[in-house]
Each structure stands twice: as structure tokens, then as C-alpha cells.
């Protein structure tokens, strides 16, 4: 059993995902001028990735409870294998991004940062519900203070989130703060489907169009997030709104 919600809002963070990427494809090659790292656009990319790693905290919780209800004790190693293979694919993003993009390749993007968190994330699945909440909400906090600021030159805590300054990357999702949105969904998760069963109502939208539609691009995010750019390009190349380097 899935909980359509779950993987509607997932879905929902695809399409506003898509629709960044787009625009910044069309800045990045220089067919739109647009401010995107400041104000509304700034706002909708966090909020983009706000709605991801917090619904991923919510999911890691899920499938740690329906194995309880099943009666089987989830073990580390199942947590530990997931989180290797996303962080996987997060360094094949890296290997590409060198290649193709110089200085500003990803060195610890979002899929580094979900990786790392589903094995961090898992000790917080045995700890009591006001530790997930207190503590992500502090990460939350210090981790928002450190974005703000680029006076460190401590480069081997990127992944933290003490980048130095003068740091380009075209996608960083240090752990702190994102570690703490992820916290607080299994924090949510704890409380709202607690022994994996809803603990409120919904209306039954999940058989329309638009949620079915929705909820498919949220089982299949990771292949959307891994193809959606070579995808965006080119048919913006296609349809003649980029040039590409020859």
C-alpha cells in the first residue's frame, strides 16, 4: 500500500523542479535574462527542494514502518545500500558536470545530500519524535546562517555546509540545512502514519487524472531528476531557443 499523497506532492516538486531547470537552461545560455537567485525565483527554488528532502524524510519513515507492521526488524544494511546508490548516482553527476562544466561542477548536490541522510537518517528512525523535530529545526536554522555567509575556507566541510568564498557550483545541498528539512518529515512521518496507517482524513483524489498523473512522475523522480536535463537542452536546442558550443 502507497500513500497516494506521498507521492502526489513529490510529483508536484518534479514539475516546479522542471520548471527551474528550464529556466535556468535558457539564462545559462543566455536566451533569458531573469533574476533567479534572488527574490521569487529564489524563493520557488527553495521551496522546490524544501518539498523533496522534507516528503524523502516522510518516505524513509514509511518504508522503515511498513517493514515493522510486517513484523521485521529493519536492518541498517538496507538503509546503508540505498543510501550508496543514490550517492552513486549523485557522483556520476559529479563526473559530468567536471567534465562538461569546469569550476562549477556539483560536488555535493541534492543527491549527495539525500544519499548521505538515508544512512544518517536511519539512527533517527530509532530516536525518540522530539529529537528529529529539535534537532532539524536547529540544522534548519545554523544551516541558513551558513548559506548566508561565505567567510569560511574550510572546503573539506563543503558537505556541510562551511563552503569558502568565491565557491561556484551549479547545485549545493550542503547537510546543513537540508539534513534538517529531511529530519523533520520523518519527524511529520511519526506523527501522521504512525504504524503506517494515515492519521487523518483525505478526500479520495487519488483515481483523477491530475493525481495519478502527478503521483507517477513521484515514484519515478530519481529517472526523471537524472534525465530531465539532457532532455530540457535539447529540445530547447531543437526548437531553436539555445545554440550549443560546437
Partial sequence: MRFWEIDFFRGCAVITMVIYHLLYDLYAFGSLQIELFRGFWKGFQIATASTFLFVAGVSLFLSYSRLLVKGALPSFSKYLKRGLTILGWGMVITLFTYVTLGEWYVRFGILHCIGVSVIIGYGFLLAPDNT???LGSALCFLGGA?????TFSFSFLLPLGFAPQGFKTI???PLFP???MILLGIAFGKHFYRGYRRQF???NWETTVAVRALSFLGKHSLTV???HQPVLIILLFL???IK???
Fill in 178 to 180: 537540508w539534513l534538517g
Fill in 132 to 134: 528529529s523535530v529539535v
Fill in 171 to 173: 547545485d549545493y545541498f
Fill in 244 to 246: 550549443l558550443p560546437l
Fill in 239 to 241: 526548437l531553436g531557443f
Fill in 225 to 227: 531528476y537524472l534525465l
Fill in 146 to 150: 551558513l548559506l548566508s555567509s561565505r
Fill in 201 to 203: 482524513s483525505l478526500p
